[in-house]
């Protein structure tokens, strides 16, 4: 299963999870979409968006299969410092 990430280029908001569960057509059809991109979308609240937050896009990404697996991805990408005991 894939997840639907928005990713802002400003630092005051990096990324945020916008929809979960899609199959890999699913996301990849999603994110083929224009209204994807503050490039190229041309809704009102996406140009909202781009005002106040800066430029962004939708990507996708493989979503953990347990949670395991997702604190290991999280440890990789360094969101969060490894537990010392």
Known sequence: ??????F???TIRSR??????????????????PETSSV???TEAGRERTKVYGAWFEGF???AKTSEDFSTAIRKRGEFPTARI
Do not use: P, Q, V
């Open 61 to 63: 990404e493989a979503e």
């Open 16 to 33: 945020r999870t916008i929809k979960c569960g899609l199959t890999l057509a699913e996301a990849r059809k999603h994110c083929s979409d």
């Open 40 to 42: 190229t979308c041309t």
């Open 8 to 10: 802002y280029f400003s």
């Open 1 to 6: 299963m894939y997840r639907i990430i928005r």
